[in-house]
């Protein structure tokens, strides 16, 4: 009976990630229009299926290296609810983070060989171009940044209105979605293992790049552009010449439109929202760097950036009804919202998650892993440098996005590792 049990137990658990993305996932991403039973049960759906696997495989989860920072960031869940003065406010990033770690779990101890891995990767190819068909025809759309657009968006027809937001999709939340799965796409599109799959990896890329520009997003477009240097890079050296290039061509920049002139052109002043200028972008930050200063170590509070802002630091640019989340800064958010020691925690998930990717890059010897390894580290770039100048994945839909990716990070360098202790044992038994 206990080894039946046992077998059933591990039969669930690699079954996690079908789980999570199907029955919990789809509850927390749009807990407004569910019970509460449904979301206490989606809540409690991530410790059971951990229990499963502890019954099941003798562990809780898959041990990996980003295990410390993400128990340090989960701890300084109850710090953040507990300052918040607002318990309400709370909710959504409470499911933010609960989703997130349970995403990155699920794929860590679901995907455990390499057929896994290359069918889950599919999906994910698929799903680019999906998206950004649902952000062309689904995004509130403007042309307060690059008014030469305007011709473009009065062809495309709005014709999905997404029940969660009927006015539209919010450009930056698509922008910082399109821009984190996009390398995916481009890596295979130069290195897949079949002709087919370069091709269609190439037109996706295309489309989806193309959707990218028209939602304005400078952050994610430099972002996305620093991520295809990388990723060329690595894929031929001679794109190494490129970067003498773009430095010569951003200094001859910097010469013709001076400091001020350059920052504008990335946070345009003539946008129609003070909070895009890049006036109103330093005085957010300012206010964010003066949160962190008084309450450095528990933060202000989850979802209380907005509130405590017009409190205790109000604005001068922006009007006092106009709603800023976050700060605009991932780094910045991350602190603010759990004070410093969830930045610690944040800042060695990143360097950690950089050290696989790196090392995931070599342990694939340019064979079949080199697209996946080279996307994700790709995504990872396009995440950080689209970060500096915003924080998408504030809000629970893009925080799911990033959790996968970080899932599959993790999954790819645990199966290249073991991989590469299978073949060493080999060649040592093969030594004669």
């Not at 340090?72 to 406010?89: D, E, N, Q, R």
């Not at 403007?142 to 919010?170: H, T």
């Not at 079949?194 to 269609?200: D, H, N, V, Y």
């Not at 996005?401 to 899932?407: K, P």
Request: net charge positive; hydrophobic share 60%; glycine share 8%.
């Amino acid at each position: 009976m206990k080894q039946r049990i046992k077998t059933a137990c591990c039969r669930i658990a690699d079954l996690e990630l079908v789980v999570v993305l199907l029955g919990v996932a789809p509850v927390l991403l749009f807990d407004a229009w569910m019970p509460k039973w449904a979301i206490a049960a989606a809540l409690a759906a991530i410790p059971v299926l951990w229990l499963i696997r502890w019954l099941g495989c003798g562990s809780p989860i898959r041990a990996t290296p980003l295990d410390l920072p993400i128990l340090i960031l989960l701890l300084m869940v109850p710090v953040g609810v507990w300052a918040a003065a607002i318990k309400s406010l709370t909710l959504e990033q409470i499911y933010r983070i609960i989703l997130g770690v349970g995403l990155y779990y699920a794929a860590v101890g679901t995907l455990t060989c390499a057929r896994r891995l290359r069918h889950f990767v599919s999906l994910l190819l698929a799903a680019v171009p999906a998206l950004a068909l649902l952000a062309l025809l689904g995004t509130q759309l403007s042309d307060s940044k690059f008014p030469l657009l305007a011709v473009l968006y009065d062809w495309i027809p709005s014709s999905i209105k997404p029940f969660w937001r009927p006015a539209g999709l919010g450009p930056n939340s698509v922008a910082g979605g399109l821009v984190m799965l996009l390398p995916l796409t481009i890596g295979f599109a130069l290195r897949g293992q079949r002709r087919w799959l370069r091709i269609a990896c190439a037109l996706a890329s295309l489309f989806a790049s193309s959707v990218l520009v028209l939602t304005q997003s400078r952050g994610a477009l430099v972002g996305l552009a620093l991520a295809v240097l990388v990723i060329f890079v690595l894929w031929n050296r001679w794109f190494l010449l490129a970067i003498p290039a773009l430095i010569l061509g951003g200094l001859a920049a910097l010469a013709v439109l001076g400091v001020e002139g350059l920052s504008q052109f990335m946070l345009s002043s003539t946008a129609t929202s003070a909070i895009t200028s890049f006036e109103g972008r330093l005085e957010i930050w300012t206010r964010a760097l003066y949160m962190i200063q008084d309450f450095p170590i528990t933060g202000v509070g989850l979802g209380m950036f907005d509130h405590i802002m017009d409190l205790l630091y109000p604005l001068f640019i922006a009007a006092p009804e106009t709603d800023i989340f976050h700060p605009h800064n991932m780094f910045l958010s991350q602190a603010v919202s759990s004070g410093l020691p969830g930045l610690i925690g944040f800042l060695a998930l990143i360097f950690l998650l950089l050290v696989m990717a790196v090392q995931s890059i070599g342990l694939s010897h340019r064979e079949e892993a080199w697209p996946l390894a080279v996307g994700l580290l790709g995504a990872l770039v396009a995440y950080l440098v689209h970060g500096i100048f915003d924080s998408p994945t504030s809000f629970v839909r893009a925080s799911a996005i990033l959790w996968i990716l970080f899932g599959l990070q993790a999954a790819l360098w645990l199966h290249l590792w073991k991989q590469q202790a299978i073949n060493e044992s080999a060649g040592q038994v093969g030594t004669p």
